[in-house]
């Protein structure tokens, strides 16, 4: 009986490390910020502006996105 016991335990315990073996290190990817747009005081897009902004007066929009270029759900 106490074998038997053991043996489940050691079953149990066995199981869970190949669980844990079979999920990646850093599945998920790095989200970070990236530009979008510059708006300027009436919340218009200046003419010829590049996603990140160049000059005085200007607020830059950005979104966050992962290593593909999306925005993950949840995350903006």
């Known amino acids: 009986m106490q074998?038997?016991?053991r043996?489940?335990?050691?079953a149990a315990v066995a199981s869970a490390a190949a669980v844990v073996a079979l999920v990646?290190?850093?599945a998920a990817g790095k989200i970070?910020?990236?530009d979008t747009s510059c708006t300027n005081?009436?919340?218009n897009q200046p003419g010829g502006?590049?996603?990140s902004c160049q000059?005085?007066?200007l607020d830059q929009q950005s979104e966050?996105?992962?290593p593909a270029g999306h925005a993950p759900g949840g995350h903006n």
């Not at 043996?7 to 050691?10: A, L, N, P, T």
């Open 41 to 43: 005081g009436g919340g």
């Open 49 to 51: 502006q590049q996603p």
């Open 24 to 26: 990646p290190a850093g």
């Open 32 to 34: 970070s910020p990236v």
């Open 3 to 5: 074998r038997l016991r």
């Open 64 to 66: 966050n996105q992962n």
């Open 55 to 57: 000059g005085a007066g």
């Open 7 to 10: 043996r489940k335990v050691v």
